[in-house]
Structures are given as structure tokens and as C-alpha cells.
């Protein structure tokens, strides 16, 4: 039988205390790291046709790990984001459950122990628990067809309704001293006069495109100050400097009218399984669905509550620069399409 010698026994003995130490520092080390995680993902519904993955919203998220665990919610468009500090040593898998009263209990695992890994995008896929195919009182079920949907966009309209020309003069006499009178030469050496003109465009108009000009005489020696009319809008004004005889001046400009304008529109959902999609602009008011109910025509208009006697509706907001609204109906027990 193979024995060791006095020294290399001992040596063997060092050589173990020193891993176990190793061990029990880096157990140590790990056990007071606590590092933040962040999960994040998609929750949709489950099915092989994946244009009826849809978001389901308000499912509970929850991270655990050990005692530790962590709660979040998926929002309209399914997208969750749950957070946590726990220790994440290589290897470590951590328990991803969601629920959702409407889709069976779905457990995920999730591994936080490697960089990479807390980057990933979870996608859970819920099943959805089944709902009776005849209603509970036993009638069959109503036809809804012919769905259209109509909104109204409020725009505003701008109308050139005609224009306006005036003249006015500046009365002065050249050649007089001024003397340091209230209104001088631009040079400060002749007496000025000054000359002016207001307008209203009345309510609701205003006024563009303005254009101010000496016509009749001496109108090298006039000043036009446009301060008053450069903007446009419904009052305006211009003032002329003359220090020289008496100058005329011509005004002109174009009449705008503005209005709010209530446009109806209609558009046509997209239909996947018991499920009807549509997009409407972030201007959009009065959301309102056409409809027939087992042939008889209805209009269901669709309020802050999004209330529907024959669908569940929710909304979201995209993320794009035009904020659009996406709705999406799922028919109640007791309808088809």
C-alpha cells in the first residue's frame, strides 16, 4: 500500500487547508456581492400561428431567488421589466414564473450568472385556459360582420378670403432745420415727421404676406419701420420716418381665414382568430365601430372605458414619432365573426 512520508504528508495537509481557505473566501467574496439583475421581456399568448401571438397585459412577473423575490407587471403592449439584487455567481438560475387569471401559470428559468445572459430577451409564451364554445344559457352564438370602423380628425384650415390695399402719407416740409426736435433725420440735421397705419383683419383672420412701399414722393429720403407688421396676425401696423416734403406709402396685403375642420374617416380592421386589429392617429376623436349583429346594423361607440358589449378592447401607444393608437378587440363568449 502507497504511504507518504513524514514532509509530504504534511505537505498535503497545507495544500488542502489552503483550497478549502480559497473555498470558503470565495464564498464569502460572492455571498456580499449583490449584484442588480434586470430581466426584461415579452409576454404574448401561445399559438402556432404567430399572427395571433398577442400581448397580454397585466400578467404578474416574479423573479426569485432563495427568500429574495421581485414583482412586476407586463404592460398594454406585453413588455415587462423586473429588477433585483441577489448574488449572480456563474451558473446561477434563477425562477421566472408569470400568471395571468385569463392564461395557465407558465414557470421560465433564467440564468444570471454569465454578462451575456443578462442581456437576454425572454419572450413567455402563456397558454390560454379555455372558454366554452356555446354560451353558459345556451343560445347560439351571434354573427358580428360588416365591421368598419369611423373617427373623426379635427384639422385646422387656412382660406385666403381676399386682400386689402391702403395708402397713407407722412406730412412733412424739407429742408427745415431740426433743432433738436422729437424726430430727426436718420443724420440728426432735418426735421421729420412720421406717418402711420392700423389694420384689422377682424375675428378669426389675420393677415400675410405684407408688403409696405413709398409710391409718391420724395421717398429717398423716408424710412419704413416693419416691426409692426412682419409677423402678420390680425392687427397690424407700419410707421414711416419722412424728413424731407411730404411722402405717400402703399400697404398691402392677403386675408386668411382659419377654421377647424371635422373630417370623418373610415378604415377596415385585420381579423386573426376571434380578434380584430386597427391603428388610428394620435387626432383622432369620436372612435366609433359599425357593425352588423346578426345582420341588424349598430354602431358601438367606443368611449374613454373602451366598452363593448360583444369585445373586450385595449389600447396602446407606439413608440414612433406620430404617438399612433393601436386597439385590439377580442370577442366575448357568445359572438363569432
Known amino acids: 500500500m502507497f504511504q507518504l512520508s513524514g514532509k509530504r504528508f504534511v505537505a498535503a495537509i497545507v495544500f488542502a487547508l489552503v483550497l478549502v481557505s480559497a473555498g470558503v473566501f470565495l464564498l464569502i467574496r460572492h455571498g456580499s456581492n449583490l449584484t442588480s439583475i434586470t430581466v426584461q421581456g415579452v409576454v404574448l399568448r401561445q399559438d402556432n400561428d404567430v399572427r395571433k401571438q398577442l400581448p397580454v397585459d397585466h ?6 431567488a432563495g427568500d429574495t423575490k421581485s414583482v412586476a407587471y407586463s404592460d398594454a403592449s406585453g413588455y415587462f421589466k423586473v429588477n433585483m439584487r ?6 446561477r438560475i434563477l425562477n421566472l414564473a408569470f400568471q395571468q387569471s385569463d392564461y395557465e401559470p407558465l414557470n421560465m428559468r433564467v440564468s444570471v450568472g454569465f454578462r451575456s445572459s443578462r442581456y437576454r430577451i425572454y419572450i413567455a409564451r402563456m397558454t390560454q385556459r379555455a372558454t366554452p364554445s356555446i354560451p353558459a344559457n345556451g343560445k347560439p352564438s351571434s354573427l358580428v360582420s360588416n365591421l368598419r370602423i369611423r373617427y373623426v380628425v379635427n384639422a385646422k384650415s387656412e382660406d385666403n378670403i381676399g386682400s386689402i390695399v391702403r395708402t397713407f402719407q407722412a406730412v412733412n416740409q424739407g429742408n427745415v432745420a431740426c433743432n433738436g426736435q422729437s424726430l430727426c ?34 421717398c429717398p429720403f ?45 378604415l377596415f380592421p385585420v381579423f386573426f382568430g376571434s380578434t380584430l386589429n386597427f391603428s388610428l392617429p394620435s ?12 345582420g341588424t346594423p349598430m354602431v358601438f361607440p367606443l368611449g ?3 366598452y ?18 393601436v386597439y385590439r378587440c377580442e370577442l366575448k363568449p357568445g359572438y363569432h365573426f
Open 185 to 218: 433725420s436718420p443724420d440728426g440735421r432735418w426735421k421729420a415727421a412720421n406717418g402711420a397705419i392700423s389694420l384689422d383683419a377682424g375675428k378669426g383672420n389675420e393677415f400675410r404676406n405684407i408688403r409696405v412701399a413709398c409710391i409718391a414722393g420724395p
Open 222 to 266: 423716408t424710412k419704413i419701420d416693419a416691426s409692426g407688421y412682419v409677423n402678420g396676425g390680425r392687427n397690424i401696423s407700419a410707421t414711416v420716418l419722412d424728413w424731407s416734403d411730404t411722402a405717400t406709402f402703399l400697404i398691402e396685403a392677403e386675408v386668411y381665414h382659419s377654421a377647424i375642420n371635422s373630417n370623418v374617416h373610415h
Open 86 to 91: 441577489t448574488v449572480a455567481w456563474p451558473g
Open 308 to 325: 363593448l358589449s360583444w369585445a373586450t378592447c385595449a389600447t396602446r401607444e407606439t413608440e414612433d414619432a406620430e404617438k399612433s393608437t
Open 283 to 294: 387626432t383622432e376623436e369620436g372612435v366609433s365601430i359599425e357593425a352588423k349583429i346578426d
Open 304 to 306: 374613454p372605458d373602451l
Open 59 to 64: 400578467a404578474m412577473v416574479a423573479i426569485t
